[in-house]
């Protein structure tokens, strides 16, 4: 396993070994020993979320307050362009985002931490993501952050026009949004 540290130090690349030859491939897509190893934390997961969208399709930027969940996401088929953002009142990044391309191809995930929101677009035709939590979903907790805040100024790769859903449309902007202490 090789873990990288995107430009906000606390979120991870992992790209798993993987073994191929012939007939296909295969690789060990979580371990928890080799991953606290890798990165020294120690991840219980608790909810399996499986997300499949269309070209375009923006979900995010969610969070949940109160008990608030990390999470270790994947693309197993097609890609997504991954947006995390930085909502910790005391860190000096609050307020800032990274974005990494997860896709079926590169096999690659991404690490976020609790007090992190994330969204995605679909970069390709389709794309199916697999989300482990640490904690589970609670609707009263879950808020959203407004995917366009030009405060963010998030550089989404759209090819159209982006698909949202409307509890997404209602986000709040970063600048009235709950943060983490």
């Known amino acids: 396993m090789k873990v990288t540290p995107t430009a906000i130090p606390e ?12 007939r296909g491939f295969f690789y060990e897509s979580f371990n928890a020993r080799q991953f606290a190893e890798a990165t020294g934390r120690h991840a219980i997961f608790v909810q399996d979320d499986h997300i499949r969208s269309a070209r375009d399709v923006v979900r995010g930027l969610h969070y949940q307050v109160g008990v608030p969940q ?3 996401v994947r693309a197993i088929a097609g890609a997504i362009f991954a947006v995390v953002v930085d909502l910790r009142k005391a860190s000096p990044f609050l307020g800032r985002w990274v974005a990494v391309e997860l896709s079926a191809e ?3 995930q991404c690490w976020i931490p609790a007090g992190f929101a994330f969204g995605s677009v679909v970069v390709s035709d389709f794309a199916e993501c ?3 939590s640490t904690d589970y979903w ?3 907790n879950e808020r ?4 366009n805040d030009p405060a963010l100024a ?3 790769p759209l090819r159209g026009t982006a698909v949202v859903s409307a509890k997404d449309n209602l986000g709040r902007a970063l600048a009235d949004a709950e943060l983490f202490a």
């Open 70 to 72: 990390a999470k270790l």
């Open 144 to 147: 959203t952050i407004l995917w």
């Open 106 to 108: 590169n096999r690659r």
């Open 154 to 156: 998030i550089e989404w």
């Open 130 to 132: 697999l989300v482990k």
């Open 11 to 22: 979120v991870l690349i992992v790209e798993p070994r993987v073994y191929g030859d012939e």
């Open 138 to 140: 609670t609707p009263q």
